[in-house]
Structure formats: C-alpha cells, structure tokens
C-alpha cells in the first residue's frame, strides 16, 4: 500500500510539564468561555466519538517559518521549511490534548518532508513517513495517489483507534475539497462501507484541542 518506517521521538522532546498543561487549558477555557454552552453539547459529542476510536484525523503540519524563525530541529532538515516556534507549540498543545481525551492512536503517517514529520514527532512522539503523503499540488481526482489517499480517509482504521494523517494542505483538498489552515485538523467519519466518502465532524485548531481536553476533565 505504501512505504513506511516507523520514527520515535525521545520522551523528553515532547513532555510537557504538569503545570504548563493546566496553564493551556485553562487559557483555552477563558478563551471560549462566551460561547461554552453552544460548545458543550457539541464537544460532548466529539469527546464520545475520539475515545470510541473508529475515525481518521488528518492534519495539516503546524505553523512554519524560515530562517532563525524556525531552526532545523532533524537531521537533514536545513535546507526545507521548517517548524516556526509557534509550530512546535501548537505540536506540544495537540500532544497535551490528545493525551488528556485518552484517545487511543493507532497507525501515525506522514509526508516525509521536515515540518510534517516534525509534527508528528512532537505530537505524538512517532511516525510512519509514507511517499503517498507527499504534496497533491498539481494532482486531480482518479489519479492513483489521490484515489490511495482517499481510501484512507473512507476506511475505518483498527478497531477502537484513530487513523492520524499528517500532510499539507493539497493532500485534503484534492480528495476532498477542504482547505485547512497550517496546524488545523479535519476529524473525518469514514463510510460504513469504505467506499463513500467520509463525513467531516469537525475542524480543529490546537486551541480547539485544548478547549476539548479542558472538557474531558470536568
């Protein structure tokens, strides 16, 4: 189906101290305080469906830079796009949210390139870099690529975990017409027979993770 090999990040890369996790929640609380009630039911809702597992999340990488805005933190990296400060932060948001929900992550790809595979590393400490992931720039709809890629948005992933995807914009866009913002994420339904395209549930910033994660403690 793809090409792949498994990357780990050490621990110490992604752990995020205890108080600076209850810091960004309760930011993220204050901040979507005025619109709680409308959110709860929706956020319940979605809290269900992530710890059930059966669901894809795809992710456009987290925010980038050039130049002494985003230092190469891999090996190899100096010469690509690389992960603003901001973008490890919205990483290391994700990686406390997820972490919080108790979603259960099964397989986590990525475009081999820098800042996806970044990414993925901080935030959820492995990945399986995959050719199939590279850019959709320029691609249209039957081509093979493009048919793999939404195969895997339409099929269910192992029982009881969440398929995560970690690309560009073009890789959700072509298949599925959706433009997401670096660092946003699309949590996609897929079909019940795997062959329909998938539901969108929702869109998430890493903000949005967090208001979650904030809603999965009360």
Known sequence: MFESGTLRLPNSWIALKASTVKFLLIGAFLATSPVMARAEIADAELLMSLRNGGLVVYFRHAATGYGADAPATLEGCGDERNL???????????NAAVTAIGAKIGIVLSSPTCRTRETALIAFGRTEPTPLLHSLIGASQGQPRVVETLRLFSTAPEEGTIRVMIAHQSNLRVPLGISLAEGESAILQPSPDGRSRPEVLARLMPQDWLRLAGASLE
Request: proline share 0%.
């Open 84 to 94: 603003s400060l901001l973008g490890r932060r919205q990483a290391r948001m994700i």
